[in-house]
Every structure is written in structure tokens, then in C-alpha cells.
DNA sequence: GGCCAGTGGTTGGGCTGTGCAACCATGGAA
DNA sequence: TTCCATGGTTGCACAGCCCAACCACTGGCC
């Protein structure tokens, strides 16, 4: 396969992915979206952080995230800490409950996968995780920070 | 990387990108919102198919597609031939306009990823596709047909 | 002190994409 | 003919998203 077609190879399965993904994410956890998931995994990885740097992280509305943070808040998953240097930060945190679902939730998607790549080997994976992280980590339109 | 983090950072990766594609891809083309693109370019490749193999391959409900075909066809895109054979059957087809339009957007597309890949040796590109492709084909919740 | 631009966050409104369920028309087999 | 399966459309509801307007607070400036 040469460069070009790897390129557009490339650019397809992504799309095809993302969608699959979209579609199977809430038939899997009713209890929490592909959204909120996302958001409360990375509460749980950065141990805390406010609505506007998750808005920044994944490219979304401010508004979006204060609803979905409202949403998760309502469902007891995180809690909104007043921050006391700047009153107008709220800090997001992971409550035992959210922490709890976030586990599950993690579990049973990380089995998923695990099914679907079980024919795999090993080196295979690595190399596959080693092209996303690095896809995802360039730079670009939808750049992280 | 062992698999099991290898299967976790690919879960994780690979909903980062969802989440971004879907982000970026409307603001590249307001013609052509990523899912009207994605319907096109499949009928590109197949050179014409029925709304329920794209409602299969792409683990969508057949009201979607009937109405994203709809809206396709309205902007003129692409066009519903009833098959001899089947008189329920649409057969749908790329016009000429759709087969443009199509092409525009795929160039573009594929200019934004070939820069965000620029950096990407040869192999690599092919090993990532490759990856992908193997992915997608896999059996699962999400399979196509 | 007071003023004002900038920032974090919320709310209202509207759009797109989606699934589910009900429906219609055709096909095909009992 | 009758009955079920299949391709497709439509009504309905909901999630997720963005934009714009807004409020509260911060920090620099007069």
C-alpha cells in the first residue's frame, strides 16, 4: 500500500470507527453516554480539573460541557468544588460513586475490546496503540492541548 | 506495552478521535456533513448500492439513512433508481454533481490528514491503515456486513 | 475607590443526527 | 390466497452540539 492510499485508508476506518463507536457506546451503558464517560475518565486521570479545560481538551462548547457536567453532577457522579484562589472556578472531582461507575463502566468497555482484539498479537497491539496515540497526539484541527 | 494496556489505550485513543472527527468535520465542509460524506464516498467505491446495505454497514438505523439519502438526493447528489429485479428496492447512485462534490471534499480531506501525517514513514502509514482496516473488518457488536 | 475588559460558567434557542415504533408496498413461500 | 419477511418512509422523542446572551468574578487601569 503506498502513502496515498494509506492516507486515505487511514481517514476512512477513523470515520467508520468513530461512528461504530458513537452508535454501540450508548446501547452498551445506558447509565452513562460515550460523553460522560469520556468526561468522568478524565476527571479520573487528572484527578481534577474545571469545565473550561475539559471544553479545551476535547474541542467542545463550554455550554456542552456545563451540561453535561450538570447532568453528571445531578447524577451524583462528580462534585463541583469552589476553588479559593478564583471564585469563579468550579473544580470538578470524581465522587465514590462516580469513581465506582467509572470502574465498571471502564471494565466492561476495556472487555469489549479485549474480545474484538483477542486474535491479535501481541506486538500487533502495541503497534496499533503506538499509531493512535501518536495520530492523536500530532498536531492539527482537532489538537488537544 | 503489554496488551491489556495496549487494548486500553486503544479504546481510549480511538474514542478521542471519534469524539474530534465528529468536532472538526462539519466546519471543513458545510455542504457535506461527515455523515452525508461518508454515505457518498460508499457509494463512490461501490458504485451504487441499497439504503439498507449502508444502513448495515455502518450500524445505522434505516430511518437515517433513509433520510440522510433523502437529503442527499434532494441536494441533488445522488439519485434512486428502483431495481428491475426487486420493485422495493432503491438502487442508489452517485449523480454527476454528487461524484464533483465528492471528490472536492475527499481531496481537501485527505490534504488535512496527509499534513497531519506528513511526518508518518511510508511503512508506518501502511501498518496504521492496515491496523485499522483489520479492526473494522473484525466480527463484533459493531460489525458491518 | 471606581471602571472596564477578560474569563469561568450558565441558560435559551435551534439544529443535526439518531433510534424506535408504526406504517406501507412488494416479494416469496406455505 | 394468505401470511410472513424485507426495503423503505414517517412521526416522535432525545442526545449532543454550537452560538449568543447573560451573570459573576478577576485583575489591570484610571
Sequence with gaps: MNAADAVETIQREMTVFARRARAAAGRMHPELSLVSYTLLGHLGESG??????????????????????AALERAGLIERRP???????????????????????????????????ADWPA???????????????GSGPGRHD
Design 123 to 137: 506486538e500487533d497491539l502495541s503497534l496499533f496503540a503506538d499509531c493512535l496515540v501518536r495520530y492523536n497526539a
Design 48 to 69: 481534577g480539573c474545571r469545565a473550561t479545560d475539559l471544553a479545551a481538551h476535547y474541542a467542545l462548547d463550554k455550554s456542552t460541557v456545563s451540561r453535561q457536567v
Design 83 to 117: 476553588d479559593a484562589e478564583d471564585q469563579r472556578v468550579l473544580v470538578l472531582h470524581l465522587t465514590e460513586s462516580g469513581r465506582r461507575i467509572l470502574g465498571q463502566v471502564t471494565e466492561s468497555r476495556r472487555a469489549a475490546f479485549r474480545e474484538r482484539l
